[in-house]
């Protein structure tokens, strides 16, 4: 007993312990992954921050200039051909193109949505009200089965560390604020808001969808297009504007329990070229000319 020692690593609520077999000394071990005094694990977190950043940014790209030529030049001909006169009857041929653009937006979505990843309160399994106290226990809970003694993933490292970040993030109440109105981009880069930035950023993505709107609707066939459109957009910015100046959420909990502020944007951002796009077809397709 005398000869017996002990090392000790504080590193989380989660641990595992071995003993030798001559029961002359005892280890408690921990993994790098989790925040240790006695290993640095600086390295691991910083390449896990900019993978997130990367997928956050090719997923934003997608969704925005991309996903508006995937629209003008792949999905809009195929609309066109859907409804051109003589090839359906006239109201199959409108259920047709709504379907057909319902359909691969859902996808479309669902894809981007993917590869985004989860966000912090799906990944925990608790709400956007759900107080400290509910979220380190969701925590607990989630780092027992993902811990790696017992998680047989070949990423189980990789799963502890993002269930450990979102646990940080959503404990500190100034971050948690940050993350929902900026995402996990808005945390690395320790962002705040300002309203000079946002009304900045809000000018430059507003003018420049109006400008390729308005070029795309030029013509007398798009009129009614056009108008349906400027609608949405101006619909889509005052949405935007609440919901991002708010002090709390204004998203219902019982409605969408788990989305953020910064998801709620990003999904109409995502769905308006469909919308408008759809627009367009649809107005092309029911003007009728009274000259």
Known sequence: ??????????????????????????????????????????????????????????????????????????????????????RFPRQRSIMYAIGFLALLAAVKT????????????????????????EIKRAYKKLSLQLHPDKNPSPDASDQFDRVKQAYDVLMDLELRDVYNKFGKEGVQNNKRFSETQFL????????????????????????????????????????????????????PTWLFPQMTEHDAIWLLHSLFPAFMNGCRSMGAYLYVDLD
């Open 200 to 251: 900045m950023e809000v000018a430059v993505y507003y003018v420049s969808y109006g400008i390729m709107a308005f070029m795309l609707t030029l013509g007398k066939k798009s009129g009614e297009a056009r108008n349906w459109t400027f609608t949405g957009l101006i619909a889509m910015l005052i949405i935007e504007i609440v919901v991002m100046t708010s002090q709390s959420n204004p998203i």
């Open 110 to 133: 669902g894809l981007e949505m993917q590869q985004r990843g989860e966000n912090y309160y799906v990944m925990l399994g608790v709400t956007r009200e759900s107080n400290p106290l």
């Open 1 to 86: 007993r005398t000869h017996r020692t002990q090392v000790l690593c504080i590193c989380t609520d989660t641990y595992t312990e071995t003993q030798s077999s001559d029961h002359s000394s005892r280890s408690l071990r921990c993994y790098t992954s989790v925040h240790c005094p006695t290993r640095s694990n600086a390295t691991p977190s910083s390449k896990t921050s900019a993978d997130m950043s990367d997928s956050d940014s090719a997923s934003d790209d997608f969704s925005g200039l991309g996903g508006f030529f995937f629209y003008v030049f792949i999905v809009h001909p195929i609309t066109a051909w859907i409804l051109r006169p003589g």
